[in-house]
Protein backbone atom coordinates (compact mmCIF):
# COMPACT_ATOMS: atom_id res chain seq x y z
CA UNK A 1 0.00 0.00 0.00
CA UNK A 2 1.59 3.24 -0.62
CA UNK A 3 0.49 6.51 1.32
CA UNK A 4 0.46 9.33 -0.11
CA UNK A 5 0.32 12.96 1.31
CA UNK A 6 -0.57 16.34 0.24
CA UNK A 7 1.50 18.14 -2.28
CA UNK A 8 3.86 15.16 -2.68
CA UNK A 9 4.82 14.66 -6.34
CA UNK A 10 3.48 11.02 -7.75
CA UNK A 11 7.29 10.61 -9.05
CA UNK A 12 8.38 10.58 -5.03
CA UNK A 13 5.30 7.95 -3.76
CA UNK A 14 7.33 5.14 -6.21
CA UNK A 15 8.06 2.19 -4.29
CA UNK A 16 10.87 0.49 -5.46
CA UNK A 17 10.41 -3.13 -5.98
CA UNK A 18 12.25 -5.87 -4.26
CA UNK A 19 13.57 -8.49 -6.92
CA UNK A 20 11.97 -11.68 -6.19
CA UNK A 21 14.04 -14.84 -5.63
CA UNK A 22 13.98 -17.21 -8.60
CA UNK A 23 11.86 -19.79 -7.29
CA UNK A 24 13.55 -23.36 -7.24
CA UNK A 25 10.40 -25.40 -7.90
CA UNK A 26 12.16 -28.88 -9.03
CA UNK A 27 16.35 -29.61 -8.28
CA UNK A 28 18.37 -28.06 -5.52
CA UNK A 29 21.83 -28.00 -4.88
CA UNK A 30 22.66 -30.40 -2.47
CA UNK A 31 25.95 -31.24 -0.30
CA UNK A 32 26.29 -34.60 0.67
CA UNK A 33 28.49 -35.17 3.98
CA UNK A 34 29.62 -39.11 4.65
CA UNK A 35 32.67 -40.68 5.32
CA UNK A 36 31.83 -44.11 3.41
CA UNK A 37 32.73 -43.41 0.00
CA UNK A 38 30.21 -45.71 -1.56
CA UNK A 39 27.48 -44.40 0.19
CA UNK A 40 28.47 -40.73 -0.67
CA UNK A 41 28.46 -42.67 -4.16
CA UNK A 42 25.25 -44.20 -4.15
CA UNK A 43 23.18 -40.73 -2.40
CA UNK A 44 24.89 -39.03 -5.51
CA UNK A 45 24.24 -40.98 -8.24
CA UNK A 46 20.63 -40.95 -7.12
CA UNK A 47 20.38 -37.37 -6.68
CA UNK A 48 22.02 -36.49 -9.81
CA UNK A 49 19.28 -38.81 -11.07
CA UNK A 50 16.65 -36.75 -10.34
CA UNK A 51 18.44 -33.62 -11.64
CA UNK A 52 19.89 -32.18 -8.46
CA UNK A 53 23.09 -30.87 -8.40
CA UNK A 54 25.38 -32.53 -5.89
CA UNK A 55 28.63 -31.40 -3.80
CA UNK A 56 30.14 -34.59 -2.23
CA UNK A 57 32.07 -34.40 1.30
CA UNK A 58 34.13 -36.36 3.29
CA UNK A 59 34.69 -34.49 6.31
CA UNK A 60 32.54 -32.10 8.32
CA UNK A 61 35.65 -29.81 8.06
CA UNK A 62 35.51 -30.04 3.95
CA UNK A 63 31.76 -29.69 4.05
CA UNK A 64 31.53 -26.59 6.33
CA UNK A 65 34.11 -25.15 3.99
CA UNK A 66 32.34 -26.04 0.70
CA UNK A 67 28.53 -24.24 2.67
CA UNK A 68 30.13 -20.81 1.92
CA UNK A 69 28.58 -21.43 -1.44
CA UNK A 70 24.90 -19.87 -0.88
CA UNK A 71 23.63 -22.33 -3.00
CA UNK A 72 23.66 -25.21 -1.29
CA UNK A 73 19.80 -25.11 -0.07
CA UNK A 74 19.93 -29.04 1.14
CA UNK A 75 22.40 -31.25 3.28
CA UNK A 76 22.94 -34.89 3.84
CA UNK A 77 24.55 -35.58 6.40
CA UNK A 78 25.72 -39.37 8.28
CA UNK A 79 25.11 -39.19 11.74
CA UNK A 80 28.07 -41.11 12.62
CA UNK A 81 31.79 -39.84 11.78
CA UNK A 82 34.94 -39.69 13.00
CA UNK A 83 35.42 -36.53 14.34
CA UNK A 84 32.60 -35.21 14.32
CA UNK A 85 28.95 -36.63 14.99
CA UNK A 86 26.11 -34.82 12.43
CA UNK A 87 24.40 -33.33 14.85
CA UNK A 88 27.59 -32.16 16.41
CA UNK A 89 28.01 -30.56 12.52
CA UNK A 90 24.70 -29.49 12.35
CA UNK A 91 24.93 -27.53 15.48
CA UNK A 92 28.41 -26.05 14.35
CA UNK A 93 26.74 -24.84 10.75
CA UNK A 94 24.09 -23.45 12.06
CA UNK A 95 26.29 -21.11 13.95
CA UNK A 96 28.00 -19.62 10.99
CA UNK A 97 26.69 -16.70 9.11
CA UNK A 98 24.42 -17.30 5.75
CA UNK A 99 22.28 -15.57 3.79
CA UNK A 100 19.05 -18.24 3.25
CA UNK A 101 18.53 -21.57 4.95
CA UNK A 102 19.40 -24.79 4.45
CA UNK A 103 17.78 -27.93 4.75
CA UNK A 104 19.34 -30.96 7.49
CA UNK A 105 18.58 -34.37 6.99
CA UNK A 106 20.53 -36.80 9.22
CA UNK A 107 20.94 -39.84 7.80
CA UNK A 108 20.52 -42.54 10.88
CA UNK A 109 20.33 -46.25 11.63
CA UNK A 110 19.56 -45.15 15.34
CA UNK A 111 15.55 -44.98 15.57
CA UNK A 112 15.55 -44.65 19.36
CA UNK A 113 13.47 -41.03 19.99
CA UNK A 114 15.80 -39.89 22.49
CA UNK A 115 18.28 -39.92 19.80
CA UNK A 116 16.25 -38.61 17.21
CA UNK A 117 14.94 -35.35 19.25
CA UNK A 118 18.84 -34.91 20.03
CA UNK A 119 19.42 -34.50 16.29
CA UNK A 120 16.83 -31.73 16.11
CA UNK A 121 17.44 -30.03 18.85
CA UNK A 122 21.18 -29.68 17.24
CA UNK A 123 19.54 -28.14 14.34
CA UNK A 124 18.07 -30.69 11.56
CA UNK A 125 15.05 -30.30 9.74
CA UNK A 126 13.89 -34.23 9.29
CA UNK A 127 16.10 -37.94 9.13
CA UNK A 128 16.07 -40.68 6.80
CA UNK A 129 16.73 -44.33 8.20
CA UNK A 130 19.95 -46.08 6.96
CA UNK A 131 19.60 -47.89 4.70
CA UNK A 132 18.75 -45.68 2.69
CA UNK A 133 15.05 -46.17 0.83
CA UNK A 134 15.38 -44.25 -2.52
CA UNK A 135 10.94 -43.67 -2.00
CA UNK A 136 11.70 -41.71 1.32
CA UNK A 137 14.46 -40.05 0.58
CA UNK A 138 12.82 -38.51 -2.13
CA UNK A 139 9.51 -37.47 -0.77
CA UNK A 140 12.08 -36.56 2.29
CA UNK A 141 13.76 -34.03 -0.34
CA UNK A 142 10.48 -32.84 -2.04
CA UNK A 143 9.04 -31.84 1.42
CA UNK A 144 12.62 -29.76 2.26
CA UNK A 145 12.44 -28.18 -0.97
CA UNK A 146 8.78 -26.73 -0.75
CA UNK A 147 10.25 -25.71 2.87
CA UNK A 148 12.91 -23.87 1.34
CA UNK A 149 10.63 -22.07 -1.10
CA UNK A 150 8.72 -21.08 1.55
CA UNK A 151 11.11 -19.71 3.89
CA UNK A 152 12.59 -17.71 0.22
CA UNK A 153 9.35 -16.12 -0.11
CA UNK A 154 8.97 -14.92 3.32
CA UNK A 155 12.38 -13.69 3.59
CA UNK A 156 11.46 -12.07 -0.02
CA UNK A 157 7.95 -10.37 1.52
CA UNK A 158 9.91 -9.19 4.60
CA UNK A 159 12.25 -7.26 2.27
CA UNK A 160 10.01 -5.74 0.18
CA UNK A 161 8.06 -4.46 3.50
CA UNK A 162 11.04 -3.14 5.07
CA UNK A 163 11.62 -1.77 1.54
CA UNK A 164 8.35 -0.03 1.39
CA UNK A 165 8.58 0.94 4.72
CA UNK A 166 11.69 2.60 4.33
CA UNK A 167 10.08 4.40 1.31
CA UNK A 168 6.99 5.44 3.16
CA UNK A 169 9.39 6.63 6.25
CA UNK A 170 11.07 8.71 3.93
CA UNK A 171 8.11 10.48 2.17
CA UNK A 172 6.60 10.94 5.99
CA UNK A 173 10.01 13.11 6.56
CA UNK A 174 9.80 14.96 3.53
CA UNK A 175 6.06 15.98 4.44
CA UNK A 176 7.12 16.37 7.88
CA UNK A 177 9.99 19.18 6.83
CA UNK A 178 6.98 20.58 4.35
CA UNK A 179 4.48 20.96 6.86
CA UNK A 180 6.80 22.82 9.49
CA UNK A 181 7.57 24.97 6.20
CA UNK A 182 3.92 25.77 6.11
CA UNK A 183 3.71 26.41 9.62
CA UNK A 184 5.79 29.05 9.26
CA UNK A 185 4.55 30.50 6.32
CA UNK A 186 1.02 30.20 8.06
CA UNK A 187 2.60 32.00 11.19
CA UNK A 188 3.65 34.56 8.43
CA UNK A 189 -0.27 35.27 8.02
CA UNK A 190 -0.52 37.05 11.26
CA UNK A 191 1.89 39.75 10.08
CA UNK A 192 1.28 41.56 13.20
CA UNK A 193 0.65 40.21 16.73
CA UNK A 194 0.38 43.63 18.34
CA UNK A 195 -0.20 47.43 17.57
CA UNK A 196 -0.90 50.69 19.33
CA UNK A 197 -3.75 52.98 18.89
CA UNK A 198 -4.20 56.67 19.70
CA UNK A 199 -7.42 55.38 21.54
CA UNK A 200 -6.93 51.41 22.17
CA UNK A 201 -4.50 49.39 21.02
CA UNK A 202 -4.95 45.56 19.58
CA UNK A 203 -3.29 42.11 20.30
CA UNK A 204 -3.54 38.49 18.47
CA UNK A 205 -2.14 34.95 18.57
CA UNK A 206 -2.77 31.84 17.36
CA UNK A 207 -1.99 28.27 18.36
CA UNK A 208 -2.04 25.72 15.54
CA UNK A 209 -3.28 21.96 17.08
CA UNK A 210 -0.92 20.28 14.55
CA UNK A 211 1.40 21.87 11.82
CA UNK A 212 -0.90 23.52 10.41
CA UNK A 213 -4.12 24.76 11.33
CA UNK A 214 -7.32 26.45 10.06
CA UNK A 215 -7.53 29.22 12.43
CA UNK A 216 -7.28 32.51 11.17
CA UNK A 217 -7.33 36.14 12.67
CA UNK A 218 -6.39 39.13 11.74
CA UNK A 219 -7.04 43.06 11.14
CA UNK A 220 -7.16 45.64 8.49
CA UNK A 221 -7.98 49.39 8.03
CA UNK A 222 -10.75 50.75 6.38
CA UNK A 223 -10.37 54.25 6.92
CA UNK A 224 -8.83 57.26 9.14
CA UNK A 225 -11.31 56.69 11.52
CA UNK A 226 -12.15 52.41 11.39
CA UNK A 227 -10.51 49.35 11.28
CA UNK A 228 -11.74 45.73 10.70
CA UNK A 229 -11.11 43.06 12.98
CA UNK A 230 -11.91 39.09 12.29
CA UNK A 231 -11.50 35.73 13.54
CA UNK A 232 -12.30 32.87 11.67
CA UNK A 233 -12.14 28.75 11.72
CA UNK A 234 -12.19 26.62 9.18
CA UNK A 235 -13.73 23.10 9.73
CA UNK A 236 -11.79 19.93 10.08
CA UNK A 237 -7.88 20.24 10.65
CA UNK A 238 -4.87 19.49 8.85
CA UNK A 239 -3.75 20.58 5.39
CA UNK A 240 -7.16 21.51 3.54
CA UNK A 241 -8.51 23.81 6.44
CA UNK A 242 -4.88 25.36 6.76
CA UNK A 243 -5.27 26.28 2.59
CA UNK A 244 -8.35 27.20 2.61
CA UNK A 245 -7.39 29.52 5.79
CA UNK A 246 -4.99 31.52 3.70
CA UNK A 247 -7.05 31.59 0.77
CA UNK A 248 -9.05 33.50 3.40
CA UNK A 249 -6.15 35.80 4.46
CA UNK A 250 -5.57 36.83 1.19
CA UNK A 251 -9.30 38.14 0.67
CA UNK A 252 -9.57 39.65 4.41
CA UNK A 253 -6.20 39.59 5.75
CA UNK A 254 -4.74 41.92 3.68
CA UNK A 255 -4.02 45.89 3.74
CA UNK A 256 -4.77 46.75 0.30
CA UNK A 257 -8.11 47.81 -0.25
CA UNK A 258 -7.89 46.63 -3.75
CA UNK A 259 -7.42 42.99 -2.67
CA UNK A 260 -9.94 43.06 0.26
CA UNK A 261 -13.11 41.35 -0.34
CA UNK A 262 -14.79 43.52 2.92
CA UNK A 263 -13.43 46.59 1.06
CA UNK A 264 -15.27 48.34 -2.45
CA UNK A 265 -14.22 51.43 -4.18
CA UNK A 266 -16.62 54.44 -4.08
CA UNK A 267 -17.55 57.14 -6.74
CA UNK A 268 -14.20 59.77 -6.56
CA UNK A 269 -11.80 56.68 -5.80
CA UNK A 270 -12.38 56.51 -1.79
CA UNK A 271 -12.66 52.97 -0.57
CA UNK A 272 -14.80 52.34 2.25
CA UNK A 273 -16.41 49.17 3.96
CA UNK A 274 -18.76 46.84 2.83
CA UNK A 275 -21.61 45.74 5.83
CA UNK A 276 -20.02 43.32 7.48
CA UNK A 277 -23.38 40.65 6.56
CA UNK A 278 -22.56 41.53 2.84
CA UNK A 279 -19.41 40.50 3.25
CA UNK A 280 -20.15 37.07 4.95
CA UNK A 281 -22.71 37.07 2.00
CA UNK A 282 -20.42 37.27 -0.15
CA UNK A 283 -18.11 35.07 1.05
CA UNK A 284 -20.65 32.31 0.81
CA UNK A 285 -21.65 33.12 -2.96
CA UNK A 286 -18.10 32.27 -3.39
CA UNK A 287 -18.04 28.98 -1.05
CA UNK A 288 -20.32 27.43 -3.41
CA UNK A 289 -19.59 29.41 -7.22
CA UNK A 290 -15.45 29.47 -6.82
CA UNK A 291 -14.43 27.67 -3.70
CA UNK A 292 -16.33 24.41 -4.26
CA UNK A 293 -15.09 22.35 -1.19
CA UNK A 294 -17.13 20.68 1.32
CA UNK A 295 -15.13 22.49 3.86
CA UNK A 296 -17.12 25.36 5.86
CA UNK A 297 -15.87 27.99 7.95
CA UNK A 298 -16.88 30.35 11.06
CA UNK A 299 -16.35 34.14 11.43
CA UNK A 300 -16.74 37.37 13.36
CA UNK A 301 -16.14 39.98 11.82
CA UNK A 302 -16.19 43.62 13.47
CA UNK A 303 -15.42 47.48 12.28
CA UNK A 304 -14.68 49.46 15.19
CA UNK A 305 -14.30 53.33 15.28
CA UNK A 306 -11.65 53.89 16.76
CA UNK A 307 -13.10 57.91 17.99
CA UNK A 308 -16.63 56.41 19.23
CA UNK A 309 -16.34 52.63 20.09
CA UNK A 310 -19.00 51.95 18.30
CA UNK A 311 -19.07 48.38 16.56
CA UNK A 312 -20.68 46.91 13.62
CA UNK A 313 -20.20 43.57 13.70
CA UNK A 314 -21.30 39.30 12.03
CA UNK A 315 -21.13 36.53 13.61
CA UNK A 316 -21.46 33.51 11.22
CA UNK A 317 -21.42 30.58 13.10
CA UNK A 318 -18.39 31.87 14.94
CA UNK A 319 -18.27 31.90 18.88
CA UNK A 320 -19.80 35.00 20.80
CA UNK A 321 -17.34 37.50 20.85
CA UNK A 322 -16.74 38.87 24.73
CA UNK A 323 -16.64 41.97 26.46
CA UNK A 324 -15.71 42.82 29.65
CA UNK A 325 -16.18 45.88 31.28
CA UNK A 326 -14.22 48.22 33.96
CA UNK A 327 -16.44 46.50 36.58
CA UNK A 328 -15.41 42.61 35.99
CA UNK A 329 -18.70 42.14 33.72
CA UNK A 330 -18.68 39.92 30.47
CA UNK A 331 -20.67 40.57 27.99
CA UNK A 332 -21.60 38.45 24.69
CA UNK A 333 -22.37 39.70 21.44
CA UNK A 334 -23.77 38.65 18.76
CA UNK A 335 -26.91 36.35 17.49
CA UNK A 336 -24.69 33.59 16.49
CA UNK A 337 -25.99 33.09 12.43
CA UNK A 338 -24.93 29.91 10.05
CA UNK A 339 -21.67 29.37 9.03
CA UNK A 340 -20.04 30.38 5.60
CA UNK A 341 -20.20 27.47 2.79
CA UNK A 342 -22.51 25.29 4.91
CA UNK A 343 -26.21 26.53 3.51
CA UNK A 344 -26.10 28.30 0.09
CA UNK A 345 -29.14 30.04 0.62
CA UNK A 346 -27.64 31.26 4.22
CA UNK A 347 -28.92 34.70 5.75
CA UNK A 348 -26.44 36.94 7.79
CA UNK A 349 -27.56 39.71 9.87
CA UNK A 350 -24.99 42.53 11.35
CA UNK A 351 -25.72 43.86 15.21
CA UNK A 352 -24.49 47.10 16.22
CA UNK A 353 -23.05 47.58 20.03
CA UNK A 354 -20.61 49.87 21.30
CA UNK A 355 -17.20 49.66 23.48
CA UNK A 356 -16.57 52.80 26.46
CA UNK A 357 -13.68 53.87 27.92
CA UNK A 358 -11.92 50.85 29.63
CA UNK A 359 -13.69 47.96 28.06
CA UNK A 360 -11.97 44.97 26.23
CA UNK A 361 -13.68 43.27 23.07
CA UNK A 362 -12.45 39.37 23.10
CA UNK A 363 -12.74 37.77 19.61
CA UNK A 364 -11.85 33.89 19.98
CA UNK A 365 -12.29 30.30 17.77
CA UNK A 366 -13.61 27.43 19.96
CA UNK A 367 -10.93 26.00 20.70
CA UNK A 368 -10.90 27.59 23.80
CA UNK A 369 -14.23 27.08 25.16
CA UNK A 370 -14.35 23.63 23.62
CA UNK A 371 -11.31 23.15 25.59
CA UNK A 372 -11.57 19.80 27.86
CA UNK A 373 -9.48 18.80 30.39
CA UNK A 374 -9.07 15.07 31.23
CA UNK A 375 -12.23 14.54 32.79
CA UNK A 376 -14.04 15.32 29.88
CA UNK A 377 -15.12 18.88 31.36
CA UNK A 378 -15.19 22.36 28.69
CA UNK A 379 -13.43 25.07 29.71
CA UNK A 380 -17.05 26.87 28.27
CA UNK A 381 -18.02 30.51 28.34
CA UNK A 382 -18.11 30.89 31.97
CA UNK A 383 -14.59 29.44 32.47
CA UNK A 384 -13.32 32.14 29.79
CA UNK A 385 -15.63 35.25 31.88
CA UNK A 386 -13.67 34.09 34.55
CA UNK A 387 -9.77 34.19 32.75
CA UNK A 388 -10.92 37.30 31.33
CA UNK A 389 -11.90 39.03 34.61
CA UNK A 390 -8.28 37.24 36.60
CA UNK A 391 -6.57 38.84 33.53
CA UNK A 392 -8.39 42.45 33.53
CA UNK A 393 -5.00 44.48 34.86
CA UNK A 394 -2.47 42.31 31.75
CA UNK A 395 -2.22 43.80 28.46
CA UNK A 396 -1.18 43.35 24.56
CA UNK A 397 0.57 39.79 23.85
CA UNK A 398 1.65 39.01 27.93
CA UNK A 399 -2.65 38.84 27.95
CA UNK A 400 -3.15 36.49 25.26
CA UNK A 401 0.08 34.73 26.65
CA UNK A 402 -1.73 34.27 29.81
CA UNK A 403 -4.75 33.39 28.51
CA UNK A 404 -3.38 30.93 26.64
CA UNK A 405 -1.23 28.99 29.56
CA UNK A 406 -4.27 28.88 31.78
CA UNK A 407 -6.15 27.20 29.12
CA UNK A 408 -3.12 24.56 29.12
CA UNK A 409 -3.24 24.63 32.75
CA UNK A 410 -6.82 23.06 32.70
CA UNK A 411 -6.40 20.69 30.11
CA UNK A 412 -3.20 19.45 31.35
CA UNK A 413 -1.15 19.68 28.36
CA UNK A 414 0.36 21.82 26.18
CA UNK A 415 -0.79 20.80 22.71
CA UNK A 416 -4.04 21.61 22.50
CA UNK A 417 -7.18 19.00 20.32
CA UNK A 418 -8.10 22.31 18.34
CA UNK A 419 -6.59 25.45 17.32
CA UNK A 420 -7.12 28.07 19.16
CA UNK A 421 -6.62 32.11 18.41
CA UNK A 422 -7.56 35.27 20.21
CA UNK A 423 -8.04 38.67 19.30
CA UNK A 424 -8.22 41.41 21.86
CA UNK A 425 -8.94 44.98 21.32
CA UNK A 426 -8.47 46.98 24.66
CA UNK A 427 -10.80 50.62 24.41
CA UNK A 428 -9.11 53.67 26.21
CA UNK A 429 -11.40 55.82 24.64
CA UNK A 430 -10.66 59.70 22.70
CA UNK A 431 -9.55 60.91 25.72
CA UNK A 432 -6.38 58.92 25.84
CA UNK A 433 -5.23 60.44 22.24
Known amino acids: MVVKGPDVPDDAIQIRPVDRPPMQAGPAHVLVLDDSRAQRRLLATLLRKWGHTVTVCETPGDALEALTDQSISIILTDWMMPGMTGPEFTRAFRRTPREGYAYVILLTSKSEKAEIAHGLDAGADDFVS ?3 DPHELRARMRAGIRIIEMQRELVWQNQRVRSTLAEIRGLYDALDRDLLEAKRLQDTLVRERFRQFDTGSIALTLRSSGHVGGDLIGFFPIDAARIGLFSLDVSGHGVT ?6 RMAA ?3 TAAPEQNVAMVQKRGGAWDALPPDRVAAK ?3 MMFEEIETDLYFTLALAYLDLTTGAVQMVQAGHPHPAVLRPDGAVTWVGEGGM ?3 LLEEAQ ?6 HLEPGDRLMLYSDGITECENRAGEEFGEDGLAALLRRTAEDQGEALLETIVTAVQDFAGRT ?3 DDVSLVAFDFTGPSAA
Open 130 to 132: KPV
Open 241 to 246: SALLAA
Open 251 to 253: LLG
Open 283 to 285: LNR
Open 339 to 341: PIG
Open 348 to 353: FDSVIF
Open 415 to 417: EFA
